[in-house]
C-alpha cells in the first residue's frame, strides 16, 4: 500500500498541514509527501494506492492564476509579514488534477481556509473532491479543512486535528497498521 500526499501552498500553512497528516499516517505505512510543483508528484500519485490531495481555499475553491498572482502580492505587502513558499510559483492543483493520466482508486481530500463560517469561505477540499471524484477516485472520508487565522497562521490545534484525520483516513482506507 503505498500513500502520497501531495499539496499546494503559498505561504506555508498547508504544506505544514501535509507533513502532520503524514505523520498522522505512520502507523499505516510511510507516505510520500510532494508539493504540486515537485517533477516526482504526477508518478508518485499515479502509482499510489491512497492520494490525499489539499490546497488553500482561494476565492471559496481551489486556487487559479489569478488568485495564486494575488497571494504574491499578500506575500509583497511588509504588513502581511507573509513569505512565499519556494515552490509556490508554478502550477496549482486545480491544473495538477486535470494533468493526472490517472487516479487512484481511494482518495482523500483537505485545505486550508479562514477561521469562518464554511458558508462564507467556501473550502478548497469540496472542489478537490467533487475533481476526483468524477475522475472515478473514491473519497475514504469527507473531505477535511483546517483553519487559518486572519493574520494567516495555523489556528491552534489544527496540526493536531490534522494528526487525528490522518489516522482515521489510514483506518478507513483499511490499510494494516505496520508492525
Ligand atoms: C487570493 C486569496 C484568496 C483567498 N480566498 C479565500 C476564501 O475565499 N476563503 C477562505 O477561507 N480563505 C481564503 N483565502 C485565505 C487562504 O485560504 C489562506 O491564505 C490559506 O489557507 C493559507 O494557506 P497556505 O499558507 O498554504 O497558502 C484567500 C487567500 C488568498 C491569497
Do not use: C
Amino acid at each position: 500500500m503505498s500513500i502520497v500526499i501531495v499539496y499546494e501552498s503559498m505561504f506555508g500553512n498547508t504544506r505544514q498541514v501535509a507533513a502532520a497528516i503524514a505523520e498522522g499516517l505512520t502507523p499505516y505505512g510511510p507516505a510520500t509527501v510532494a508539493n504540486v510543483n515537485d517533477a516526482s508528484a504526477k508518478d508518485a500519485a499515479e502509482s499510489a494506492s491512497l492520494l490525499l490531495v489539499g490546497g488553500p481555499t482561494h476565492v471559496h475553491g481551489m486556487s487559479r492564476q489569478a488568485s495564486r498572482d494575488e497571494a504574491r502580492n499578500w506575500a509583497n505587502d511588509p504588513a502581511r509579514r507573509l513569505s512565499l513558499e519556494p515552490l509556490a510559483p508554478g502550477t496549482g492543483v486545480r491544473e495538477w488534477i486535470d494533468g493526472l493520466d490517472r487516479v487512484p482508486a481511494l482518495f482523500a481530500a483537505f485545505d486550508t481556509r479562514a477561521d469562518i463560517a464554511r458558508i462564507l469561505s467556501g473550502a478548497a477540499s469540496g472542489r478537490i473532491e467533487h475533481e476526483l471524484k468524477a475522475r472515478g477516485s473514491h473519497a475514504v472520508l469527507p473531505a477535511a479543512s483546517f483553519l487559518v487565522s486572519k493574520d494567516t497562521v495555523l489556528e491552534d490545534g489544527e496540526l493536531d486535528r490534522a494528526r487525528d484525520w490522518a489516522a482515521s483516513v489510514g483506518k478507513a482506507a483499511a490499510i494494516p497498521i505496520a508492525t
